[in-house]
């Protein structure tokens, strides 16, 4: 961080198994990602539903993490959680201090997305919901509002996590979502 910045915003992305967590935050954050990610063994077979991720080699064992700065005074942090079952133990942790986050979703195995939705919608944490482009079946917004039983206030966005300028829209949308839930409370201030 620079010596002159003063406030660190924490967003985490989070969602399935392969979703594309990973590549978002390759594609936009200014530094080298820090990257916790392993290679997939036969051991972990057994673990992780490896349905419908191709031909997925690695994976991420706690988080990644990238930056971007805003301005001379203000940097956004990326934390890109695990996304298997048996690492969701730590997204709690991710999520503390979090001023929103990004629910990255695969319509091709939209049902591993519940989870993520859940646990921010319990935690009260501001989110977005990106549909990652897998070149998988068409769905319309309404058809994913509905199969992730999305609240008519949370943004619905289509992105390509490979693509710096797709991701950068994505985490302004989400910024836009955090300001104006809050912009209420503060003009009652």
Same mark, same amino acid.
């Given at each position: 961080?620079?010596?002159?910045?003063?406030?660190?915003?924490?967003?985490?992305?989070?969602?399935?198994?392969?979703?594309?967590?990973?590549?978002?935050?390759?594609?936009?954050?200014?530094? %080298?990602?820090?990257?916790?990610?392993?290679?997939?063994?036969?051991?972990?077979?057994?673990?992780?539903?490896?349905? +419908?991720? +191709?031909?997925?080699?690695?994976?991420?064992?706690?988080?990644?993490? +990238?930056?971007?700065? =805003?301005?001379?005074?203000?940097?956004?942090?990326?934390?890109?959680?695990?996304?298997?079952?048996?690492?969701?133990?730590?997204?709690? %942790? =991710?999520?503390?201090?979090? =001023?929103?986050?990004?629910? =990255?979703?695969?319509?091709?195995?939209?049902?591993?997305?519940?989870?993520?939705?859940?646990?921010?919608?319990?935690?009260?944490?501001?989110?977005?919901?990106?549909?990652?482009?897998?070149?998988?079946?068409?769905?319309?917004? %309404?058809?994913?509002?509905?199969?992730?039983?999305?609240?008519?206030?949370?943004?619905?966005?289509?992105?390509?996590? %490979?693509?710096?300028?797709?991701?950068?829209?994505?985490?302004?949308?989400?910024?836009?979502?955090?300001?104006?839930?809050?912009?209420?409370?503060?003009?009652?201030?």
């Amino acid at each position: 961080m620079r010596a002159t910045s003063e406030n660190g915003i924490k967003i985490v992305i989070v969602g399935g198994f392969g979703v594309g967590k990973t590549t978002m935050v390759r594609s936009v954050s200014e530094i %080298r990602p820090l990257s916790t990610e392993e290679t997939m063994t036969r051991a972990g077979e057994a673990v992780d539903d490896t349905s +419908g991720v +191709g031909t997925k080699s690695s994976t991420t064992v706690a988080f990644d993490f +990238g930056r971007i700065s =805003l301005d001379h005074l203000n940097v956004l942090y990326l934390f890109g959680a695990p996304g298997q079952e048996r690492f969701w133990f730590l997204w709690d %942790r =991710l999520f503390s201090g979090a =001023l929103g986050a990004v629910v =990255l979703v695969d319509t091709r195995r939209i049902s591993d997305s519940w989870y993520a939705i859940d646990r921010l919608e319990a935690l009260g944490t501001p989110f977005v919901v990106a549909c990652n482009d897998f070149a998988g079946p068409e769905f319309s917004a %309404r058809q994913v509002r509905e199969a992730l039983d999305l609240d008519p206030g949370v943004p619905l966005l289509d992105c390509d996590a %490979r693509s710096r300028e797709s991701s950068k829209n994505v985490l302004i949308s989400l910024v836009q979502h955090v300001r104006s839930r809050y912009a209420p409370q503060e003009s009652a201030q």
